[in-house]
């Protein structure tokens, strides 16, 4: 079995910083690729940022230049770096892995969600 947790959520005025952090722990092989997503009431789950094991990053254009996505391939954690915090961030925010379990193929994985609430 694979879990994972997020932690880092909260509230911050508009302006401010935060930063979300992903653990993954069970019986994990490789993760591929790992991202956040985020959802805000009455509205679908988006993506914000992903990365994969081999260093690319993608980030939504209502982030670029205001979050950061990073990894500790050794630790199975990712980070998401949240500066510059607007109100329209708010939402419950999911972090995702895509992990191999060997010798079964790749399978995705989501974390609980935090909700982030950011104050005008």
């Known amino acids: 079995q694979v879990q994972l947790v997020e932690s880092g959520g909260g509230l911050v005025q508009s302006g401010g910083s935060l930063r979300l952090s992903c653990a993954a722990s069970?019986?994990?092989?490789?993760?591929?690729?790992a991202g956040w997503y985020r959802q805000a009431p009455g509205k679908q789950r988006e993506l914000v940022a992903t990365?994969?094991?081999?260093?690319?990053?993608h980030y939504a254009d209502f982030v670029k230049g205001r979050f950061t996505i990073s990894r500790d391939n050794a630790k199975n954690r990712v980070w998401l770096q949240m500066n510059s915090l607007k109100p329209e961030d708010t939402a419950v925010y999911y972090c995702?892995?895509?992990?191999?379990?060997?010798?079964?193929?790749?399978?995705?994985?989501w974390g609980q969600g935090t909700q982030v609430t950011v104050s005008s």
């Open positions: 995702n892995m895509q992990i191999v379990r060997l010798p079964f193929q790749s399978q995705d994985y």
């Open positions: 069970g019986s994990i092989d490789i993760i591929i690729a």
């Open positions: 990365l994969t094991s081999g260093g690319s990053t």
